[in-house]
């Protein structure tokens, strides 16, 4: 009889996933340009074509988003079983979206948009016009799935706070922050859709996106502290104890 995944192996991995997740993104936007204004559609351009770190920025950067909100997953995955479920599946379903947001924008951004810069880069000044064209309409695209992927991803990381706090997992005070932090990351996607990638949007997101990463880790050692806790009194009440592991199968479940 194969034993089943024992809780706390399940919180290590999910908090594994959240502090690979946060490192790759953050190396991600280390390496990515950022020296002109991504709202000068000219100058960013320029620098982009000129970058040779590009696909492996943006690879990391997707990486480090999927790790992250499949370590959030994790951690909701263990409140089916409880009055959260409700929001547990909503959360669910919001995170498998905010993955194919992730995805699609990474597509346009990591991949399309770099190809048609460097088009453009090396284009004649007879196609230099409509390449640049061409080029700032991919840029459309990568902002708007820029702005929808954080508005999913706010929305996410609002259902899990949510959950969390009906499961009694975490204090109040943690799942208001991730809760602050949801909010920020969604008024960034809002501000992106309505101004593109203007100082306010950025600023939004930037602020968000760090107060998520620190909740984010804080409520993977909330839920397994919580669940090495009932693991143990589990065990005791069906009188699992190192000396009796060998007479009780329950004691390996």
Known sequence: MNARPRPRNQAGLSSALLIAGAVLLFVGTLLHPMHEDPSDALRAFG????DHNWLFSHMAQ???????????LLIIGRLFDGPARGFALLTIVFGAASLAAAAALQAVDGIALKAMVNAWAMAD???????FNAAF???????????????????????ASIALQQAKHCPVWMSLLGSAGAVGVLIGGVATAATGFSDIAMAANMAGSLVLNADLSKHSRAVSEKTDVRSHRQRTRSGCHPGAAGRNVACHL
């Open 47 to 50: 620098e982009y074509s000129a």
């Open 62 to 72: 997707l990486a480090g988003v999927v790790a992250m909100i499949a370590g959030m």
């Open 125 to 131: 000044d007879a196609a230099k016009a409509s390449l």
């Open 137 to 159: 309409a991919v840029r459309q695209i990568e902002i708007g799935f820029a702005a929808v992927s954080a508005v999913l991803l706010g929305l996410t990381v609002l259902l």
